[in-house]
């Protein structure tokens, strides 16, 4: 049985999540190199081989949020996650009922 195609919304997804992964590895190297920290010392931090942080930062791996907050931990920092509007659609939507309406992307959860 031939392989099927993914949908464009799956390949966008695909595409989102790559560029995602990128971007918290790209912030990581940066946490440890503002911190004079190597790849070993995280290892060490998070009680892992080096090989494993190599894996997490490598870009390759599917990164899950279970693996970021495990390095969020072993360097005692927060983790952050935000839903904002696409800059170029950012101007054309109107603010929804949970938005800031201060031009800010930023929304607040009310139960």
Partial sequence: ????????KAEAA???GARLA????VEVAGLLG????SRTDLAR???VSPGRVSQILSGDENL?????????DALELDIKISFVEPKEDAARRPHGPHGLGDGSDAFVYAP
């Fill in 64 to 72: 899950t949020l279970r693996s970021l907050a495990a390095v969020a």
């Fill in 34 to 37: 503002k911190r004079g920290m």
């Fill in 1 to 8: 049985m031939p392989w099927k195609s993914k949908g464009a």
């Fill in 45 to 47: 931090l998070m009680d």
């Fill in 14 to 16: 695909d595409h989102s």
């Fill in 22 to 25: 990128r971007q918290a590895t």
